[in-house]
């Protein structure tokens, strides 16, 4: 056929929510590009910034002598407690966090003055000149000591649901039991970093790597005597949070910023991995104990709980984070009568602070470990158990704190995992297989999730957004949450890009800045989408309102007949291209530019009776994980993990199931090879890669099958009906250490319960396969 010289017009593909869109910043983070604090250039006359820490663990400092440090070479100032201007704190809560020690110190690594000189190297060792008399006082490093003590940073909390007591009594049967569960460091892969540069008239902006720029904006303004407004802190991206950025930045941001107003010249402060991991918080350790009754079925009648955790040497989140692991203590069982204590210990070490899951993990551990448990007593299998646990309908939907489940797809998930994943027959395998080795054991376990979504902390659930919409069609976005790799900067962008049916590549996501949107919260909780995507959709949708009631108006028809479509503007019989609505409405004096927000509805609790409605919602998974354990030396393999996931209608599959992989390998790290370890007198030893050993690509299961629940809609009104997806994927990985627990057991036919701590490094491990051996008469 001849060439008729047409042209084919290709259709227009429209990209907007629920695509597999990459991250924003995808190709910037794998060529190197993408620009992080540390990698802005350095302004002229730039100062760095050493913090001096303490050598002691609880001390009174006798007398601190800093001459030789101020003579040092390089040394331009020396800043200790009495030259802030304003209070000496930057704690979120309690105002017990000093920027520097003022007469005691209570941990090591606690900051105790501020070099600023023309190096790092001559500010570290300037600060190693230092001469500090130190009049040691009792130091609790562990929480055995703090209670010993009782050295707690609030009085223990209670929340319960019916008679424990009396339902225990009554029970079947009964079991006791303990066991401990470790910290974990942050280990983001960059680390701590602030520059800040003087402004006229004492302000100051300050880059930050902060998961809070709001906090760190006012924290900032309250050690330099300052009103907020004098205070601007940017955040472009952060090399990672996890949790570990939402206070502990505070600290290094205030100290340069102080340097920068004190010396009128810009100043960093960056501390090198070492030091970072020194001066900053952890995850909770946490010591439980229980005691559960059951019947014969293994459907649990009553529970008692006690929850204890070392919070360190100051309150930081810590009364919040010990609030969620009683939240969720109960995972997805419905538990008749329960009652659960949980006491917050001051011990002399760094304040631990928020990791992902703020405390859910280290509560749903505790009950995945008394489902294991009564699964051993009983001889069903625990899958079983756990069935038999999950919430139901009326009568066996209220939670502890008196919240009615009415979402929950729990029994769905893990009737869909199970089959997927063919758990029963390789169960059959796995004991054979055990029944035949005798040096190599196996373990499978699946375990479900159910995670909570909201800040307990009611007034944090607010965002707000701004949208700048250009005369050529460009579309400005800032919003107050935080890009941490999570991918939160793109989804946001996929909710814009939806709104005006444009392609996203039209929407432009500048720096979190507090002094576009203010007050932020956090982006935390795994709130980050759903608050800021909500916050854009409402500024959004203000300016699409003006731009129909003004398109219906010049070309004459009806609002209703004005639509956003991928192909343009339609009014009426009219079909605008989007960049030439843009134009034509500038011209007209409309307003394209708007702000958002919003707050979260439903939510509300009591702190004083642990009651009310803290979430708005749930997140649901399921995770199947199967491990190999040498008995010989306690090394031990995840071969194989299958995971199904509720992400509600997800907004970016692609994302979403990399958050799931990764929360999934981190919480393995946590469970099973990260491990903190003080000495006694307080200096954290594993300070390094070199000691503190997080999953590496060889750690991943071979086979690690992730998927999105299909049927997956939020019942609630989120942002296009989807769900959070950042900390409770991180649980799933329970489902590993359960499996661990099955393998030791099966060293004795399942006739002991392990004695198995976390994490379950090769070391606990062997320990608890002889522990089982002696208990069965084995060796």
């Given at each position: 056929?001849?060439?008729?010289g047409a042209?084919?017009?290709?259709?227009?593909?429209?990209?907007?929510?629920?695509?597999?869109?990459?991250?924003?910043s995808?190709?910037?983070?794998?060529?190197?590009?993408a620009i992080?604090?540390?990698?802005?250039?350095?302004?002229?006359g730039?100062?760095?910034?050493?913090?001096?820490?303490?050598?002691?663990?609880?001390?009174r400092?006798?007398?601190?002598?800093?001459?030789?440090v101020?003579a040092?070479?390089?040394?331009?100032?020396?800043?200790?407690?009495?030259?802030i201007?304003?209070?000496?704190?930057?704690?979120?809560?309690?105002?017990?966090?000093?920027?520097?020690?003022?007469?005691?110190?209570?941990?090591?690594?606690?900051?105790?003055?501020?070099v600023?000189a023309?190096?790092?190297?001559a500010?570290?060792?300037?600060?190693?000149?230092?001469?500090?008399?130190?009049?040691?006082?009792?130091?609790a490093?562990t929480?055995?000591?703090?209670?010993?003590?009782?050295?707690?940073?609030?009085a223990?909390?209670?929340?319960?649901r019916?008679?424990?007591a009396?339902?225990?009594?009554?029970?079947?049967r009964?079991?006791?039991?303990?066991?401990?569960?470790?910290?974990?460091d942050?280990?983001?892969?960059?680390?701590q970093?602030?520059?800040?540069?003087?402004?006229?008239?004492?302000?100051?902006?300050?880059?930050?790597?902060?998961?809070?720029?709001?906090?760190?904006?006012h924290?900032?303004?309250?050690?330099?005597?300052?009103?907020?407004?004098?205070?601007?802190?940017?955040?472009?991206?952060?090399?990672?949070?996890?949790?570990g950025?939402?206070?502990?930045?505070?600290l290094?941001?205030?100290?340069a910023?102080?340097v920068?107003?004190?010396?009128?010249?810009?100043?960093?402060?960056?501390?090198?991995?070492?030091e970072?991991?020194?001066?900053?918080?952890?995850?909770?350790?946490?010591?439980?104990?229980?005691?559960?009754?059951?019947?014969?079925?293994?459907?649990?009648?009553g529970?008692?709980?006690?929850?204890?955790?070392?919070?360190?040497?100051?309150?930081?989140?810590?009364?919040?984070?010990?609030?969620?692991?009683?939240f969720?203590a109960?995972?997805?069982?419905?538990?008749?009568?329960?009652?659960?204590?949980?006491?917050?210990?001051?011990t002399?070490?760094?304040?631990?602070?928020?990791?992902?899951?703020?405390?859910?993990?280290?509560?749903?551990?505790?009950?995945?470990?008394?489902?294991?448990?009564?699964?051993?007593v009983?001889g069903?299998?625990?899958?079983?158990?756990?069935?038999?646990?999950?919430?139901?309908?009326?009568?066996?939907?209220?939670?502890?704190?008196?919240?009615?489940?009415?979402?929950?797809?729990?029994?769905?998930?893990l009737?869909?995992?199970?089959?997927?994943?063919?758990?029963e027959?390789?169960?059959?395998?796995?004991?054979?297989?055990?029944?035949?080795?005798?040096?190599?054991?196996?373990?499978?376990?699946?375990?479900?999730?159910?995670f909570?979504?909201?800040?307990?902390?009611?007034?944090?659930?607010?965002?707000?957004?701004?949208?700048?919409?250009?005369a050529?069609?460009?579309?400005?976005?800032?919003?107050?949450?935080?890009?941490?790799?999570?991918?939160?900067?793109?989804?946001?962008?996929?909710?814009?890009?939806?709104?005006?049916?444009?392609?996203?590549?039209?929407?432009?996501v500048?720096?979190?800045?507090t002094?576009?949107?203010?007050?932020t919260s956090?982006?935390a909780?795994?709130?980050?989408?759903?608050?800021?995507?909500?916050a854009?959709?409402?500024?959004?949708?203000?300016?699409?309102?003006?731009?129909v009631?003004?398109?219906?108006?010049?070309?004459?028809?009806?609002?209703?007949?004005?639509?956003?479509?991928p192909?343009?503007?339609?009014?009426?019989?009219?079909?605008?291209?989007?960049?030439?609505?843009?134009?034509?409405?500038?011209?007209a004096?409309v307003?394209?530019?708007?702000?958002?927000?919003?707050?979260?509805?439903?939510?509300?609790?009591?702190r004083?009776?642990?009651?009310?409605?803290?979430?708005?919602?749930?997140?649901?998974?399921?995770?199947c994980?199967?491990?190999?354990?040498?008995?010989?030396?306690?090394?031990?393999?995840?071969t194989?993990?299958?995971?199904?996931?509720?992400?509600g209608?997800?907004?970016?599959?692609?994302?979403?199931?990399?958050?799931?992989?990764?929360?999934?390998?981190?919480?393995?790290?946590?469970?099973t090879?990260?491990?903190?370890?003080?000495?006694?007198?307080?200096?954290?030893?594993?300070?390094?890669?070199?000691?503190y050993?997080i999953?590496?690509?060889?750690?991943?299961?071979?086979?690690?099958?992730?998927?999105?629940w299909?049927?997956?809609?939020?019942?609630?009104?989120?942002?296009?009906?989807?769900?959070?997806?950042?900390?409770?994927?991180?649980?799933?990985?329970?489902?590993?250490l359960s499996?661990?627990?099955?393998?030791?057991?099966?060293?004795?036919?399942?006739?002991?319960?392990?004695n198995?701590?976390?994490?379950?490094?090769p070391?606990?491990i062997?320990?608890?396969v002889e522990?089982?051996?002696?208990?069965a008469?084995?060796?």
């Open positions: 056929m001849a060439d008729s042209k084919l017009v290709e259709p227009v593909v429209f990209q907007g929510v629920h695509a597999s869109l990459p991250h924003d995808a190709l910037r983070h794998v060529s190197g590009a992080y604090v540390d990698d802005i250039p350095e302004p002229a730039m100062l760095h910034v050493h913090l001096g820490m303490s050598q002691r663990a609880h001390a400092i006798v007398s601190m002598d800093l001459s030789a101020r040092s070479p390089g040394v331009v100032a020396v800043l200790t407690a009495q030259d201007p304003g209070e000496n704190d930057v704690s979120p809560v309690i105002h017990d966090d000093r920027l520097f020690a003022d007469g005691e110190v209570v941990c090591v690594g606690q900051s105790l003055f501020a600023a023309t190096s790092i190297a500010a570290r060792a300037a600060a190693a000149r230092a001469v500090v008399v130190y009049e040691d006082l009792p130091a490093i929480i055995g000591k703090a209670r010993a003590a009782d050295l707690k940073i609030e223990s909390q209670r929340m319960a019916g008679d424990a009396a339902a225990l009594a009554a029970s079947p009964r079991l006791q039991g303990a066991f401990a569960v470790g910290g974990q942050h280990f983001y892969l960059e680390g970093v602030a520059l800040a540069t003087p402004r006229e008239g004492g302000d100051v902006h300050v880059w930050s790597s902060t998961q809070h720029p709001s906090e760190v904006q924290l900032i303004a309250r050690v330099l005597d300052v009103p907020h407004t004098s205070v601007t802190v940017e955040v472009r991206r952060m090399g990672g949070g996890f949790g950025k939402e206070t502990q930045a505070s290094f941001a205030a100290a910023a102080l920068a107003v004190k010396t009128g010249r810009p100043a960093k402060a960056r501390p090198d991995r070492d970072d991991m020194v001066m900053t918080g952890k995850r909770h350790d946490f010591e439980v104990a229980y005691d559960v009754g059951f019947d014969d079925e293994g459907r649990l009648t529970l008692a709980l006690e929850l204890a955790s070392r919070c360190g040497s100051t309150t930081d989140l810590s009364l919040a984070i010990n609030d969620r692991a009683m969720h109960d995972n997805c069982y419905f538990l008749p009568a329960v009652e659960i204590v949980s006491h917050r210990f001051k002399h070490t760094v304040s631990n602070t928020a990791f992902r899951g703020f405390g859910g993990p280290q509560g749903m551990a505790a009950i995945e470990r008394v489902m294991d448990a009564v699964a051993q009983t069903l299998d625990p899958l079983e158990v756990r069935r038999r646990n999950l919430y139901g309908g009326e009568g066996r939907n209220l939670t502890p704190y008196h919240q009615t489940v009415e979402d929950n797809v729990a029994p769905q998930l009737a869909e995992l199970a089959a997927a994943c063919d758990y027959a390789r169960q059959r395998d796995i004991d054979a297989y055990n029944a035949r080795s005798p040096v190599i054991k196996k373990g499978l376990a699946l375990t479900p999730v159910k909570g979504i909201s800040f307990t902390t009611t007034h944090l659930n607010q965002a707000g957004a701004l949208i700048h919409l250009y050529d069609g460009s579309i400005l976005l800032n919003h107050g949450g935080t890009e941490m790799g999570q991918g939160l900067f793109v989804k946001v962008a996929q909710i814009v890009a939806e709104a005006f049916k444009v392609d996203v590549s039209r929407v432009k500048t720096s979190t800045v002094d576009k949107v203010p007050n956090a982006t909780a795994s709130s980050g989408t759903d608050l800021n995507g909500m854009a959709l409402n500024a959004a949708n203000a300016i699409k309102a003006r731009l009631a003004f398109a219906a108006k010049k070309w004459g028809c009806d609002e209703a007949e004005v639509a956003f479509t192909e343009g503007l339609r009014a009426g019989a009219e079909l605008v291209p989007f960049e030439v609505l843009c134009r034509q409405a500038h011209l004096r307003s394209l530019s708007s702000t958002g927000f919003y707050a979260t509805p439903k939510i509300h609790y009591d004083a009776t642990h009651t009310g409605r803290p979430f708005y919602y749930f997140a649901y998974g399921a995770a994980s199967e491990v190999l354990i040498d008995t010989l030396t306690g090394e031990m393999k995840v194989r993990a299958d995971i199904l996931h509720d992400a209608r997800s907004l970016n599959p692609a994302i979403d199931l990399g958050q799931i992989e990764g929360g999934f390998i981190q919480g393995m790290g946590w469970l090879t990260e491990e903190l370890v003080f000495s006694a007198d307080g200096r954290l030893l594993t300070h390094a890669p070199s000691t050993k999953p590496t690509c060889g750690d991943r299961p071979a086979v690690l099958n992730v998927a999105l299909e049927p997956g809609r939020n019942v609630e009104e989120t942002v296009h009906r989807s769900k959070a997806v950042g900390e409770p994927p991180l649980m799933l990985a329970l489902s590993v499996a661990v627990s099955r393998a030791v057991a099966s060293v004795a036919d399942h006739k002991v319960f392990p198995l701590d976390a994490p379950a490094t070391e606990r062997l320990m608890a522990d089982v051996k002696k208990r008469g084995l060796g």
